[in-house]
């Protein structure tokens, strides 16, 4: 029986209230007052001009590359070490995701590795801020820069991050959120796409919508998607976003209640690598060898706290498992990673027991 589940998300604001109004009003689909609202505030949270809400993150990968024109014959290059979802949303377009290694100190894509494999086909970089670090956004500018390549920042997992003094999601060419249940700021499902180029965030809008035209009632001019966020869905978003410095900070104070508890525990959290601030999406950590992971797993789960592996390398699957060949860091980190209960209403006394088992879990696995 899980006693203390590894998230669940804050819903004590406003989002029965703008719900409730969502309901009276009857505006519960597409259009009502929510949409343009949420996306207007999310993007200046953020800090670009211009946002577009979609149904979830995935879509919004999907409409961030087509937005780009990524399509057929085209690489993206992707960390292995991520949800599924960068590298499926690439393959929607018809593209190819060719996988990076990472670093071993920030588990972020390595630049140089991903500048090894730029080829004559490679039209973007996918920067993916993974639970919550930002990547190394400066070096990767300047690579993208350098060849030509779009950057796309997937931020799904590093709503509250900020490298160098700014949100990440505002230094790529174009950006995507996800707000699913287990976010810092959630809708349930839904996703945002932001960018500084305003024609960038028009192609978007055009092709999330139906490819609907503008001027011409119910004439559509591209293929698009059916890819909308609600009403409803934007009311509980809003209303998220009114406490997103609040949920922001709990997260850093969670994160730092661990960071304590574990000072002496053979279980190296991940913690913030240079000019940046780390909004601890989840709170993530590695055991010293792979062999120690599942049965530290195992007896947490037998003490009611549930847990979670860091991702599979999505090189390693079997859709994707042609042809890349090894990536080392990726690997070791996928076989040794946890990742610890860390939603915002957690109490101290939770993770002085929670770090309290690990020590003992380690001790019992040895």
Known sequence: MIKIPVYRPCLE????????????STWISSKGRFVGEFEKAFA???????G????NGTAALHVALLALGIGPGDEV????????????????TGAVPVFADVRSDTWQIDPADAEARISPRTRAIMAVHLFGHPCEMQSLAALAASHGLSLVEDCAEAFGSRYQGRHVGGH??????????????????????VSRDADLIERASHIKGQGLARNREYWHDIIGYNYRMTNICA?????????????IARKREIAG????????????LQGEIGDVIHSYWMISGLVARASLRDPLRAFLAAAGIETRPLFFPVHTMAMYAAGTGALPVTEDLSARGI?????????????????????RGLDAAQ
């Not at 860390?342 to 020590?359: F, T």
């Open 13 to 24: 604001g406003n989002e029965k209230k703008y719900v409730m109004e969502c309901l009276d």
């Open 44 to 50: 200046a949270f953020i800090g670009v001009p211009h």
């Open 52 to 55: 577009v809400s979609v149904c």
């Open 77 to 92: 290059i992707v960390p292995s070490l991520t949800y599924v979802a960068s590298a499926n949303a690439i393959r929607y």
């Open 172 to 193: 790529g060419h174009i950006a995507t959120f996800s707000f699913f249940g287990n976010k810092t700021i959630t809708t349930g499902e839904g996703g945002m796409v």
């Open 235 to 247: 009311a509980i978003g809003l209303a998220q976003l009114e406490r997103a410095e609040k949920l």
């Open 257 to 268: 209640w661990y960071a304590a508890g574990l000072a002496d525990v053979p279980f190296s």
């Open 339 to 359: 990742t610890l209960p860390s939603w915002p209403e957690l109490r101290k006394e939770d993770v002085a027991e929670i770090c309290g088992l690990v020590k």
